[in-house]
Structures are given as structure tokens and as C-alpha cells.
């Protein structure tokens, strides 16, 4: 006598996303967005022959923890891009501010990084920057737009 065959298809909001067959197994492509309805046919399906057996319910809660992980793995990613491009944003603001300092710093390469800035021929302080603030300022800059390079 053959092999019975036997088929059994998993249509969600009647669109065809899995077939399974005694020879045979076809879904479409993206059918990780339907593995809760599909778990919860096959669920239906034991239940017509007397319930989940141990087995049974091993995978179908090792397929639930997979799915909550896969939430929170998801959630975590998008929160952590999310920080990065707000860092990212940081950066290049910071770079901005940063860039005059550190062009003035080339300015003053004749003078002890413990001079005080000042203004022309009056010689007098004209802030409580130094000029080793600015050397400090460039070598911060410099080393920025190296470590990262798309800031």
C-alpha cells in the first residue's frame, strides 16, 4: 500500500504564506513576520489529536522566548542607532565649535603653552585662555576628525 500523502496550507488574512507537505515545504519569503500565526495554527492542529505533547510544548515555548529575545534584541538595536546618531550629531557640533579654537592654535605656535592670549600691541590678557588651551584644543580636533573620520 503507499504512503498516504498529505498537505497542509497556513493562509493569514487569505494571502497564501506557507504550504507543508508530506514531500513537499513552500512559504514566502518574509514569513518570519507570520511565525505567531504559524505557531499558533500548528498549535491547532495538535489539539485535534489530544494536546501538546512534552516535546511538543519544549518548542513551542523555546519558539516564544525566541520571539520576545528577538523583540527585545530588535528594540535595543533601534534604541542604541538612535543614541548613535544622536552622539554622531554631537560630535559634529562640537567639531564646529572646536574648529576656530583650533586654527587659532596655528597662530600661536611661537609662543609657551602657558602665555596668555593677547591682543596686539597692548599685551594685555584678553581672556583666561592660555595658549596651551588652544594647542589642546587642536590636538582634541585633530584627533576627533581621525578617530572619526564621517563626523
Do not use: Y
Request: charged share 30%.
Amino acid at each position: 500500500m503507499p504512503k498516504p500523502t498529505w498537505e497542509v496550507t497556513v493562509n493569514v488574512e487569505a494571502k497564501h504564506v506557507l504550504t507543508i507537505g508530506s514531500d513537499h515545504l513552500a512559504g514566502v519569503e518574509n514569513i518570519d513576520d507570520h511565525a505567531d500565526t504559524i505557531l499558533t495554527c500548528a498549535q491547532h492542529l495538535v489539539s485535534f489529536i489530544g494536546g501538546e505533547t512534552e516535546r511538543e510544548k519544549f518548542f513551542r515555548e523555546e519558539a516564544e522566548r525566541t520571539a520576545r529575545n528577538r523583540d527585545m534584541w530588535k528594540g535595543q538595536c533601534e534604541r542604541q542607532a538612535e543614541q548613535l546618531a544622536a552622539l554622531r550629531a554631537l560630535i559634529r557640533e562640537a567639531l564646529a565649535a572646536l574648529e576656530p579654537f583650533a586654527n587659532e592654535a596655528k597662530s600661536w605656535h611661537q609662543f609657551d603653552d602657558d602665555d596668555p592670549l593677547v591682543d596686539g600691541l597692548h599685551e594685555a590678557p584678553i581672556s583666561f585662555v592660555s595658549v596651551g588651551d588652544l594647542r589642546r584644543t587642536r590636538l582634541l580636533h585633530d584627533k576627533i576628525k581621525k578617530e572619526l573620520p564621517d563626523a
